[in-house]
């Protein structure tokens, strides 16, 4: 059975179709990438699937559950989370802070008014476990604010894994990531732990294909082309798409 | 109860000249002005100073007092509010909060704290009784000074290009910007002639209102339910909205005099529970 | 774990610990704070009425300063204990002013509870219209029902029993002051537990992005519900302490002014640190008392301008001065004082 499945997804914006009959299936443990031109509607596959919107038609299912309706932290403590194109994070927080914070959340500590943060060993273990992952230790004092783009865009992943999600929508990931800093991020992308589903939209095709076991290409809302990379490179509609030739019916 | 409907359309059609400022001002910068009644009073009270003392017309006074309170805001925004645009706000409500206070205790201090009476003209007293409908003069004043300012207002909007310049610059400012729109001017003449507005309130309002200094206080949540009920992304609904809150504030304290002020209150909290956004507004939130 | 990141737990553990614990700066504080029981014989009033507004701006700073919802209306959950309080004293309900001040402190609370659902629909401008509609409203009610509220005269007739049934409120206010201050002690305390907690810095997660803390599985609807309710509570208390503390309460309780001003003690103090209110609050009524010194009548005119001049001038670059002097402290004393990030620790 996928862990992850969505059946039919439509979503219309008046008459807008921003996406048409998408029907995706991803195995547990897959590394499954998600391509396609600019304004495709890769971003909104990812809002679908988190809830932050609404699917005009069609189902998603989170390992064999119903998550349609689920509201969008809901379906985090079911156990998926996203990182965003743009960094979402607590500027004002240090990272030690971001990931101690989804820590404590995850472990149902996030209500408990009473207790210390840090106070439990488990919380903190924890957060040492995944600073070290995400090769933030020597800026998890400061600042979230003041840190290179690199180290935020390590952070912003960092956050949604500390939610041990077993499903991981990463939304472009290297956008924006200088030179100097891509290899840092895409050696942790690859160091990810092999149980955890990681769903990866991307514009970076070395990426793509080195990361990759399964790319489904989406054109205009439209799943296009879904199959091992091998495949998707040498299909002459992707190579179309992309250059803007027009295609046969 | 035709009277009541009368007298409560007269009240919503007050209510809307007053507030129609304070909603374009929110929807074109998104800038909350508290001190919007202020400017009302001033305009009540530059009227009374006119008819009372100086023996100015009425009718000569009002658009006077609509001058010489767009002057007023036209100062006030080029001087002091164009300095707190960009912020959040909490800064804005501050601002105008502060303002408010300084008004207020300004006009006690020069003016006295005792309420204020303008002397309407022998014409304006009384009232026609129009199929048994008690229509007070000067109450329908007041819905013909207000009706044809409303039209005024959606034919200045829709047909002139100031009007267009304005509908751009409220739909998005950037863009107008972009399009060559002067957005820093369209602004600055919006906000004097929406203070003038409220200061031709003032001065109208003052016979059914009441002015006194702290006229800023009592009436400005009533300014603020119209444009959260109308929205700030047209004319016609915060129109439609001044009628509805003006009609049931009368009926309200006509049939139910305990609870009459609460319909107000009651219509503002419902609506924002059915429709957050207002009842006219887009369903873009801003 | 690694045994080579066995340091850096030791670090993370010792950092967690260290946020929340006492600095000197604190610490003086509260032992100068009680130190005016003695300090200061002839001004209890003054210091009770500055302890009363210090809680009253706690609350606000819980909602404004940690949560990010801005509230016009906190005057609402005030007035509302404050004739809580007073009816029950009145008619003999709760005698003990401790219990009837619990009590209307829940009164308050569950008044914050019931309209923070509304509260947190929409926008800025919407919260400002429904937090302030529900004072006035309230301000509406107890001006209808002056049977039972006393109307525009005030409630009369309320007798305070002697708390914990020895110490007896009288006209120079010692016992009221000290009543007063140690309920804000204590509510600081429950405050400050509170921010320091998981429960806080989701808050102030949620203040910063509320999209990305629901992204990591924060429900923020209900993290905003609960500190709403708590600050109401705290509201409540303080509305409660002005009426059993003076036997009086009117409808002035409820009214724009009072929220107004406190918006304004907060501003003057800053917010996001606890300390803002109380330190706002202590500015405000020196400022009041010397302004009114100067013009009785005006006061309201000078408390706008210096409004006005705080927003343009900025209020970071006055909360600035505040985060300078905070962060001299912190290197000269390796200690926190409210939020801000520790140094780096050195390095082996």
Redesign the interface.
Known sequence: MPILETIGLEKLFGGIVAAHDVSLAIEKGARHALIGPNGAGKTTVINLLTGVLRPTAGRIMLEGRDITDTAPHERVQLGMTRTFQINQLFLDLTPLETIGLAVSERLGLGGDWWRLVGSKAAVTDEIVEIVERFRLADVMHERTATLPYGKQRLLEIALAFACRPRVLLLDEPAAGVPEAERHELLATIEALPAEVTVLLIEHDMDLVFSFADRISVLVNGSLFVDGAPEDVARDPRVKAVYLGEELDA | MLTILFDGIAYGMLLFVLACGLSVT?GLMNF?NLAHGSFAMAGGYCTVVLVNRMGVPFLLGLPIAFLVTALLGGLFERT?YV??YA?S???Q???T??????????V??TMGSSQQFVQIPQALQGQFDVYGIGMGKYRLLIIAVCGVLTIALQLILAKTRFGSRLRAAVDDQRVARGLGINVGAVFAITFAFGSGLAGLGGALGAEILGLDPTFP?KY??YF??V??VGGTSSITGPFLASILLGIGDVAGKYYVP??G??VI?AI??VV??WR??GLFARSV?? | MTPATAPLAADVSRYLARRARWSPLEIGFWIFAFATIWLFPGKYLILKDTAILALFALSLDLIVGYAGIISLGQAAFFGLAGYFSGLIAKYGIVDEPVIALILSGFAAAALGFVTSFLVLRGSDLTRLMVTLGVSLMLGEIANRYSDLTGGADGLQGVTIAPVLGRFRFDLYGHNGYVYCLIVLFVCFLLARRIVYSPFGLSLRAVKENALRASAIGIPVKWRLVAIYTVSAGFAGIAGALLTQTTAFCSLDVFSLERSADLLLVLIIGGTGYLYGGLIGAVIYKLLQDWIADLTPQYWQFWIGLVLVAIVLVGRERIGGGNAALRAFIVRLGGRLLGRRAVPAPDRQ
């Open positions: 929110l909350i002091l300095h707190v912020r706000h909490l800064d409500v501050l601002f909060i502060g303002l408010v206070f300084m008004s207020v205790a300004a006690d201090y206080l400005m949540i603020l339910i444009v959260t305990t609870l002020a609460f209150y503002m909290i924002l529970i957050p956004q939130a801003r």
